[in-house]
């Protein structure tokens, strides 16, 4: 999936043992290595292994060579030269913009001579690295430089540049804690895997706040850590013995950066953990703007935030990124490997391989089975899972969402009506997921001249939220992709999304404007700007208020939805009556219906054993799990927070 | 049930609230005792609240106070004399010979100056209580000296005259232990009770290493600490984050003394544990004489202990007895009350009080629910009980035990045709519970001629089990505890019964010499003297080895049992072919069977909500659990060792 992948030789390890190769290391890679390659000093960098070598190009040189590392040693393997055995950055510049076809268009570089490696920023990256690898391979044989090729997204991110910013001046201290990070993960576990355990801290029996301990004799991992929309009290129960201490949690796994799996993560670090969060690159990007958010929004409804803005970015420094598919060694006796889970962009279902054969858990995370616009559909394919923690948001026996093609012609049909009544449509919605789905149908729907063209105006967090999908183009559905690869057809920068940056005047002018769409965090009406919308053009009956996605328990949104008019908004004095239309149109959630999880269940080969349904209300969660053990005869379990279940 | 309830002035609590009374403690007491009393000191004293008066003979006065006090303070009271205020022991001494009924028997008196106590020592304990207490008042009332009545076991006890000498000589260190556990019961809970969880860390799914830990938000305890007979190296998984750091433990509480119940107690005193273990008087008595056999044991077979005999004592120090159906505060949030289980001498069901009316849960420990010759059947009557964690032994479909008068008609034929070859009986036996069945049996079968008169050999613990047994009889069966009170009708002082004291050369006579009968320990041939009786008694045919008891899987028991002749004895050379006849009979058991689970559920009333199937192998625990679920509608679970579990 990334860039990074071509060049460091990674190969499938998942079915490998544990052996140890750290006592003599260097010795053994020193053995694997013909002898005309020099190794100057092998160390561990996280998951990987990095050999600095006075003879780089010649490394470049052999295709093979690091392929057949990765599998003598076990591990995944990167090349660095010795600094002071490469080209001057002057001469390599010239060369690299000699082998780089032009129209990669390079934006700028890097030369790290701490490292031996070059950063490459540029529109097109998959032309610097070239056919399997040749062009990067080609550059480091005539420069000596590694290359590490970043795209440069097609619109500006403040999110993106400031957390590549932030890594590349935290670069050094982040090498000594890859470095430590790699000691442990490579060294051998003290005991048997004899049991794997999973205790729930939280999202059974609800949705929200997401957590779950897995615990081997060896190893304590978190996965996920986050808030519950509508009861900010409602945390995860990370201070029971199972979870504490905190610092001695061996990892941190987050599925995606939604704030009811990520909003506590920074807090770990505020009670002194230190250790790695594994993720996939975006939702790293992603839960940073959003844990951002969060300590704004309460900041701003006046509660004191559970921790500060130092921590998020504690958070993003100790991530280490896997690519969908990539299997990692995150602790002597687990591999973890996540895959795309259909949901948001980055989000990821997590698949633990336990001990040399001795158990797998899946974790599925929020899923979404079939593909929608945005992305391909969740995978399922496991070569081994006996157990699954499932999602089951929408696991009521009636919770079938509406087919996508109805839901969207909806859509179209409530926009032209409230058009026509010269009223404007605010559709309160995720910043992150939901948001970029209904851009692509608006945009499409205008193009289509399906819908007046209008402006669509973004508020809260969208705009930078859809930036950030447009800077990992890879973890996008196939066709998008291209499209957003190509500037005249990428579909979020179409002319009629307007961001809403002018604050509460521009909201009172767009208010009182023609008509329009308005797209509006937060999704559940919990607060964020929709709290303003609410209020300017909820009194006026030719506006509507359009639900897309999941209201929570105790949400605003879900007292709305449900059907009242009498609103108080916190924080603000004034008592609301709505007088606007409201209208809810199912189809566009991030989750598989019930429907979509039944089939997502069906067709893994082979079938787990056991499912544990959680991330769901009470009624979802059984209704769910007696329907799985009956239609597909698996042991189900319908868990409370607390409890702790072992394995196999 | 003890002698001491009569003055302690007990009384129902269970539904009382844990309002704290430890800041103005003094004040509070002193509002609720008439202004003619003096109060010059309280003080905790584990569970009990103790009030240091001037006048304790005013206080002995009236007979109300203590009730009164105790429904006012909601906790167990004891009044104590101000050193000096008392008669001198001389005069007390002539005052007490001078109220006690002479054939009271008092053997001795030992007075406490430190706490105005005087040990009175009798063989009729009961005649110096007096009616409802009235004889022990009227002590008081006279010599100010507050008497704490013992009985003198009519068999002496090296464990009892052990146990009450080291515990009088520890008498300080104990005061002081026991104000620092009140301080910690009787104070507030910290935070509201709104979970409560169990945790197993043995005994499920196999019969052995019982351990448990229920967890509140303020609270853990410990419940049993056993090692797993045949399997040495499996003991309960004391390590996790659930049970560590055992120093953390607020309590411990033991259901009774068997080794896969209590032999690694000790060892939570080795890792720094000070708190208090809650069991009854004689399970405390009994532990101690195992636990010291098992180092004893384990020494003998050339392992290391995991403790030594300093930390038995220990364990004995820190003993807090609690009496059948006294409900007993344990920490701010736990009120336990511990019921006769029917199973052995002491033992009980341990029935967890949980928040303030949050929750019940009860520990069955072993069970046996039908009287037997030696104790009266299990309680099973709770006023709520909604969860309870059940021992499921004999839980397979077809584990019905013989009826009882058959199974001894059947071992009284066995004795017969074994006498009438010339030969010898071997009994292999659990030194405590099962050897006092079958002592009765013997005993009546040979007084009423049902099967010659001939030597009963006790080795090992038995005689010493035995003499426990007679210091307990308030603990035995109604009609047996007033034979044991006259001498002349104890049945185990029966001339018959012989102590093997003789060690080698006395079984090698015994072995040579006319027919006999023979219990022995261990009770599944995993080790003790039955190995030399097996070597000495195996070979001939004449002879019988008879089990009555359960072999647990991997002992030599089963395996002989299942039809093995060719056993090998570890630590012994020689291989060994069994030719002697080989019987089992059950009927014997310490445990209900099937039948007897079912019934033991089947008649509580309010039935529990949910039933956890444990202290059972795989398909006893399955097996049970389907059966309570089906006929009864009761949620079941069969855990795994290691799995956390969250009520309601």
């Known amino acids: 999936m990334s860039e990074r992948e071509a060049i460091t030789g990674e190969t499938a390890i998942l079915s490998m043992s544990d052996d140890t190769i750290h006592s003599d290391l260097h010795e053994r ?30 490394f470049a040189r052999d295709d093979d060579i690091l392929g057949t590392l990765a599998h003598a040693l076990r591990k995944r393997v990167t090349i660095r030269p010795v600094p002071g055995t490469q080209s001057s950055p002057a001469k390599a510049k010239e060369v690299i913009h000699d082998v780089v076809p032009e129209n990669a268009n390079i934006q700028n ?65 982040r090498r000594d804690f890859l470095a430590n990070v790699g000691e442990k993960i490579h060294g051998s576990p003290d005991k048997d895997v004899d049991w794997v355990r999973v205790t729930t801290l939280g999202c059974c029996r609800e949705v929200g706040r997401a957590s779950f301990v897995l615990h081997t004799p060896n190893t304590k991992i978190l996965i996920d850590c986050g808030d519950k929309p509508g009861a900010e009290g409602e945390v995860p129960y990370l201070h029971v013995p199972e979870a504490m201490p905190l610092t001695e949690l061996d990892a941190v796994v987050l599925t995606h950066a939604h704030l009811d799996h990520s909003a506590l993560l920074p807090l770990l670090f505020k009670y002194g953990y230190d250790g790695p969060i594994y993720t996939t690159e975006p939702t790293r990007d992603l839960m940073g703007l959003l844990q951002l958010d969060y300590l704004d929004v309460a900041s701003k409804e006046g509660r004191t935030p559970p921790y500060a803005s130092e921590q998020v970015r504690q958070a993003i420094k100790h991530t280490i990124p896997v690519d969908y598919g990539a299997v990692t060694d995150i602790a002597p006796d687990i ?50 899972a006996e157990t699954m923690f499932m999602e089951s948001t929408y696991g009521r026996r009636n919770d079938f969402q509406a087919d996508t093609d109805e839901s969207e012609a909806r859509v179209r049909e409530i926009i032209r009506e409230t058009y026509d009544q010269n009223g404007i449509v605010v559709i309160p919605a995720f910043a992150v997921g939901r948001s970029q789905e209904l851009m692509l149908v608006l945009e499409e729907a205008m193009r289509e001249d399906e819908i007046p063209t209008m402006p669509i105006y973004l508020d809260g967090m969208i705009r930078e939220a859809t930036a950030i999908h447009t800077a990992y183009p890879e973890y996008l559905r196939d066709g998008l992709r291209q499209r957003i690869l190509h500037e005249d057809e990428n579909p979020f920068m179409a002319d009629q999304f307007q961001q809403v940056d002018g604050g509460q005047p521009m909201r009172e002018e767009i208010a009182g404007d023609e008509p329009s769409i308005i797209l509006s965090t937060s999704g559940m009406v919990t607060g964020g700007p929709i709290m303003s919308w609410l209020e300017l053009l909820g009194p006026e009956s030719n506006n509507t208020l359009l639900f897309v996605g999941y209201q929570a328990d105790g949400t605003l949104g879900r007292r709305i939805k449900s059907g009242r008019t009498e609103v108080t908004l916190e924080g603000r004095a004034n ?23 039944e089939q997502y269940v069906k067709e893994m080969n082979p079938q787990p054993e056991t499912i544990l349904c959680v991330h769901g209300d009470d009624q979802a969660t059984d209704q769910l799990s007696s329907a799985l053990y009956q239609k597909h005869n698996i042991r189900t379990h319908q868990p409370k927070n607390l409890e702790t279940f072992r394995f196999p």
């Open 335 to 384: 591999k973890l490997t996540m895959h795309n889970a259909g949901h948001i962009l980055g989000s990821a279902t997590a698949h633990f391989h336990v001990g040399n054969g001795f158990h797998n858990i899946v974790f599925s995370g929020d899923v979404h089975y079939e593909p929608t616009r945005l992305f391909n559909g969740a995978i399922n394919d496991f070569p081994r």
């Open 575 to 597: 008592h609301l009556t709505l007088h606007c239309r409201i209208e809810s149109v199912s189809g566009f959630s991030g989750h598989a219906d019930r429907n979509g999880l």
């Open 29 to 58: 890679v020193r053995n694997e290595v013909p002898s005309h390659l020099d190794v100057t000093d092998v160390q561990y960098e996280g998951p990987d292994l990095v050999i600095y070598t006075e003879t780089p190009r010649e």
């Open 109 to 173: 570089l890097e030369f790290q001579s701490s490292t031996g490696e070059v950063f490459i920023n540029a529109e097109k990256p998959g032309l610097v690295i070239g056919q399997r690898g040749s062009t990067v391979r080609e550059i480091t044989k005539e420069v000596g430089w590694n290359p590490e090729v970043v795209r440069t997204p097609p619109m500006e991110s403040s999110t993106v540049n400031n957390v590549r910013n932030y890594l590349t001046q935290e670069r050094a201290e």
